[in-house]
């Protein structure tokens, strides 16, 4: 049905707003096109129907077999509102006509209907739409948001394309009206046989109404699956991004935006064009181009394949000498933590959560299982490649007071790491670290000693030395049980937003479930040394599985005397 090829679309010359877009369609097929604004969705659809043409648009745009790119104004014509239409973003109406004559309009010209006929069927078009026939003798600005969605619809359908566009359908809507405006168009699909192609930001709506989906960035398809695949298991790491900020009723975490910005169309980076943003980049990433290549049975642009696991732990198990006898802390746990992913580890008092911290950042062997960090198993080693590679985790310890010195100043305490590693000219680092976790930079604040600063400050401080060896992972063990709620509140939000602009991994160790559902994307439950359950924040903390899970889960639903 629909079949575009080398599709490349620049304005003045210089705004370059699609770049190499390929895609196909099968007759009554569905695709959605996502992405942020400015990706280049809405000139995809205007190219859909012949609305962009040379010199503008370049490559291949056809319709049932019809080239569009080029074709003259009267085969534009012959194919428009009966073989393919399309509802524009913008409800762009004429506001000196009723609607019932606009959605009559297609009918009278290009049906050849009388004024009797096409009334009738304008009338049965808005019963099939949901649109109430006593609003198609009012104005456009008679009726709200909603209602000229509904409309708009009906002038697509009236003369029963073989393929409908469909740009932003429930933009501006409100729940309701956009639950029922996706279950029409649904229906009307199934009924009618029309192929669909959906161009929404509208992740969930993309789920709900195609079955396949393309993703695209700064006019490039970076990601191409099943809808389903695209945002229940994305992944490229723009992808993914995209799905983590979604503001969904099931998701339990706060919102998390994508660092740094859409680029400018009219000087686009080179390499991946979304390297810049990327937590994962790499020199390849900026040098050259990723093509798109099969991935996970799926089409992805990326150089690495996707979405990397940034560290992974399997059949992790660590005993102790008690006496005569060994005591089992650590039996068989496994972990693993994506590119920019954020993970809580949960458990009561003993469960062997500070252990597993030690454990995946090297300060403790274990007795059996591997743990590898990008791939590559951490060795035992403390000297050379082994140790920079360390330090590319970070663990920020439970107590404050026990993790830094009584006798070095902040400036020293920050400065330590760089120290270690023979960066000691490197002064501006630390005023960076302080500055990024809210802390003076200069002053008598920095040649203070642990004694003289509040718990909230040592936190912080301890954050900062974490910061200035520039880790890819941190793991926080227990970081707020010190802090009274405000101080905690203020250190898990800054931990957040240095995760999201860092571009860091984080494993968040704590015995507070109703803390780490609003930071973490998984959750991993441990109890008696053991992982008693893993899942998403969601599952984990609304239907845990085990009964560890349900205790802890009744523990924080309890509220204050």
């Known amino acids: ?203 969930p709506a993309a789920a709900a109404l195609a079955e396949a989906c393309v993703v695209l960035y700064a006019g490039e398809i970076v990601e191409s699956a099943s809808a389903a695949a695209v945002v229940g298991a994305p992944l490229h790491p723009y992808t993914t991004a995209l799905v983590r900020a979604l503001p969904l009723w099931t998701t339990t975490k706060d919102l998390r935006s994508i660092r740094g910005t859409a680029p400018d169309p009219r000087a686009v980076p080179g390499g991946c064009a979304f390297h810049p943003r990327c937590t994962q980049a790499q020199a390849i990433c900026r040098d050259e181009h990723p093509a798109l290549g099969a991935a996970q049975e799926r089409l992805v642009a990326c150089h690495l394949g996707g979405l990397q696991t940034l560290l992974s732990a399997a059949g992790v198990s660590k005993s102790y000498a008690a006496g005569r006898r060994s005591v089992q802390v650590l039996d068989d746990v496994g972990i693993e933590v994506r590119e920019g992913e954020s993970v809580g580890v949960v458990g009561p008092t003993g469960s062997g959560k500070t252990t597993l911290a030690r454990i995946l950042t090297g300060q403790l062997t274990p007795d059996a299982g591997e743990v590898l960090l990008e791939g590559r198993a951490l060795s035992g080693s403390w000297r050379g490649e082994a140790r920079r590679r360390r330090r590319r985790m970070q663990l920020i310890m439970q107590d404050p007071w026990d993790a830094l010195s009584p006798r070095l100043t902040v400036q020293e305490l920050v400065a330590e790491p760089l120290d270690v590693e023979d960066r000691r000219g490197d002064r501006c680092a630390v005023a960076e670290a302080l500055a990024a976790v809210g802390l003076p930079a200069s002053g008598a604040f920095v040649q203070a000693r642990a004694h003289e600063l509040s718990g909230g400050e040592l936190q912080r401080i301890n954050l900062a030395r974490a910061l200035v060896a520039q880790p890819k992972l941190l793991v926080a063990d227990e970081p707020t049980s010190m802090l009274d709620a405000s101080e905690q509140a203020r250190l898990m939000t800054l931990l957040r937003e240095l995760q999201v602009e860092l571009g860091l991994g984080l494993i968040l160790i704590s015995h507070d479930l109703a803390l780490v559902r609003k930071v973490t994307d998984r959750i991993v439950l441990l109890e008696d040394g053991r992982v008693a359950e893993s899942g998403s924040s969601e599952a984990v903390t609304t239907g845990p599985r085990s009964a560890i899970g349900r205790r802890l889960v009744d523990a924080a639903r309890t509220p204050p005397p």
């Open 1 to 203: 049905m629909l079949e575009v090829e080398a599709l490349h679309v620049t304005f003045a010359g210089a705004v370059c707003a699609l770049r190499g877009v390929s895609l196909s369609l099968q007759a009554g097929g569905s695709l959605a096109v996502v992405g942020e604004s400015g990706a280049g969705k809405t000139t995809l659809a205007r190219s859909l129907v012949g609305l962009l043409q040379p010199p503008e648009a370049a490559g291949s745009v056809r319709i049932a077999g019809r080239e569009l790119l080029g074709a003259s104004a009267v085969d534009l014509r012959s194919l428009r509102w009966r073989t393919v239409a399309i509802a524009p973003q913008g409800l762009p109406f004429n506001p000196v006509a009723t609607i019932g004559d606009q959605i009559a309009e297609p009918l009278r010209l290009r049906a050849g209907m009388d004024a009797g006929a096409s009334a009738q069927r304008v009338e049965a078009l808005a019963d099939e739409v949901l649109l109430d026939p006593a609003l198609l003798e009012r104005f456009p600005h008679e009726l709200s948001g909603g209602e000229r969605r509904h409309a708009i619809l009906a002038m697509v359908l009236a003369l029963d394309p073989q393929l409908v566009i469909l740009d932003e359908p429930t933009a501006g809507l409100d729940p309701l009206t956009r639950r029922a405006m996706l279950d029409r168009i649904a229906l009307l699909r199934r009924e009618r046989g029309f192929a669909l192609v959906l161009v929404t930001h509208d992740l």
